[in-house]
């Protein structure tokens, strides 16, 4: 019987935070997914704060929220949005992951088969629903500009325009004043013939072209910089931070200029044998300089969240080097760097030039 | 001189693989019957592994997997594999061995099995020519230059107690600075610390602050394979083709 009684909390929500910080578009994505422990999980969202990040994007899995038909369990999610609220942070929920009730056997859980988008959609509903106040955003979907995100079926906007034209009014009418996102593009140039991705600039124009524009009030946009600074100029032909640019263009062209973008995954690796890593130092400024740049001059840009500020265990690969913090908490430099910056906005110089 | 060498070091593998035949392995078996080592590695570190101009790999992974595959009386394949998939293209039998810098992770011991250290890497820690080395960060003094969000500044954030900190943009712009006297003492990489003072000799290497041990790494359940490479190695590593191998590759200072 004790077995069976819902858990207690444990863990005190503290008082009421406030973020600090001189650029309010500082963000961070947190991996609270597969986190057990709720002191970990109050943990997490405090540094995110006191790095001076004003924003969190979370990923909340379907299949994880409604195992069964109908049936929600919403105590994660629950304890994440009363830590992250209390810490004064504004969440950004992605919701995506089917569960297996949802899509056909032996599928995996990024398939989201057309018959099942009403019962997607009003599981987006009842989300927005249940943390109305306390949720910032709400992303539909994840990357659908790639196979492995779609289903490993061949990446179509016109039918996620479809996905989004049945999410958008759901939400609207369970829960208005939530702001839904257009799911954030992998950020890749890929060739047209190529059945496991599409390039990212191709699949915003066509989601227009399918009437997507309408079913988003923002755009989610992932924006990594691979080995390149943050100010390296955009190119459809390479992935950059400011390939965010070349998004923001295609919104203006067809009309969208009042939307803004929130670019929720970004970031730098300093992995020291992964190709596309860059140097300790090197991610160390690149990430103060991309902060800074959207600060000063994207005004379009709501905030910019990196990849990622913790695991809740090591991945023990190359995205062990995305962290901002160790799995048991220690910093690594470049949150001490976010966090030196959000006290003054002074992105730190070459420090070689100071001897 | 050499070859008298390889047929000792074959005698000794010969009784590892006596050892795993006997539990009914046939990993060493199934190396020996194709002739071939299939060893895998991301041949984009130098010196330990890279593409040569003409296409070949070479390192000191490369000569060292050479010579266990000798031992072993085979052939070495090259399999040039990205970093991230090096331990998944073991579990997937695409190779038998692993030889690229892999430090040794205890969590993975379930699915594979590391040979005994060939090489510690590190953070050591330098200074001028004729300056008395500390023994300790704590008793360092001055100005010490570290690569800013490296792990020589997260060492030197904790440990250092007395010396002024200088972060730099690189590991070479911090032996410039203690070459040039800019700084007192710097803190690099092993390997990088070997390099230039075997080229420039404008510093000198001390104490060897941290210890990140690389390990051949073959599947767990390949037990007799894996003896057979680690008493190879064994052999190898005391051997003087090895002290030469060593001093090709990372310098007479390592």
Known sequence: ?355 | MRRRQFLRILAVTGCAAVAGCAAGDNSLALVRRSGRLRVGLDASFPPFEAVAPEGNIVGLDADLASYVASALGVQPEWHNIAYDGLYDALAARQVDMLASALPSDPLRTRDVSYSQPYFYDGVVLIGEPGAPLAAKLADVTGRLAVEMGSESAALARRLVRRAEVIEMMSEADVMAAVAGAKADWGLVGLVSACAHAETSGSFVIGVQLTQVPYCLVTRAQDKALSQAVSAALESILASAAWQACRRKWLGAKC
């Open chain 1, 1 to 355: 019987m004790l077995l069976s009684a819902p858990p207690q909390q444990t863990v005190d929500l503290g008082p009421q935070q406030q973020v600090v910080s001189c650029n309010p578009k500082i963000g961070v994505h947190t991996r609270l997914t597969d986190e057990v422990e709720e002191w970990k999980i109050k943990l997490s969202l405090a540094l995110a704060r006191e790095m001076g990040a004003t924003w969190v994007v979370e990923y909340f899995p379907w299949a994880y929220i409604e195992p069964e038909p109908g049936r929600f369990d919403w105590r994660h999610s629950d304890v994440i949005l009363a830590h992250a609220s209390r810490q004064g942070l504004s969440l950004v929920a992605r919701l995506g992951y089917t569960p297996a009730w949802a899509r056909p056997d032996g599928s995996t859980p990024s398939m989201l088969p057309q018959a099942s988008w009403p019962a997607f959609a009003a599981f987006c509903a009842a989300f927005a629903a249940r943390y109305r106040g306390v949720l910032s955003r709400v992303v539909i979907w994840n990357e659908p500009n790639l196979a492995l995100e779609w289903g490993f079926r061949p990446p179509s906007p016109e039918q996620y325009s479809g996905l989004l034209s049945t999410c958008y009014p759901a939400i609207k009418a369970s829960a208005p004043e939530t702001i839904v996102l257009a799911g954030a593009l992998a950020p890749m140039p890929s060739p047209l013939d190529d059945p496991t991705a599409m390039d990212d600039l191709t699949y915003l124009e066509r989601l227009y072209a399918a009437g997507g524009g309408q079913y988003f009030d923002e755009l989610a946009v992932h924006s990594y910089g691979w080995a390149y600074p943050a100010d390296e100029p955009p190119d459809p032909g390479k992935v950059s931070f400011r390939r965010a640019e070349l998004l923001r263009g295609i919104m203006e062209t067809h009309g969208d200029g009042a939307k803004a973008c929130l670019i929720t995954e970004a970031g730098w690796n300093d992995h020291p044998r992964w190709t596309r890593a860059v140097s300790p130092s090197q991610r160390v400024l690149f990430t103060q300089q991309a902060y800074d740049l959207a600060y000063r001059s994207w005004p379009w840009c709501r905030a910019v969240a990196m990849w990622v500020l913790r695991f809740p265990w090591p991945q023990r690969s190359y995205q062990d080097y995305f962290a901002f913090l160790t799995s048991d908490f220690e910093p690594r430099p470049v949150y001490l760097a976010v966090k030196a910056y959000a006290s003054n906005c002074v992105v730190a110089e070459r420090p070689s030039q100071s001897l």
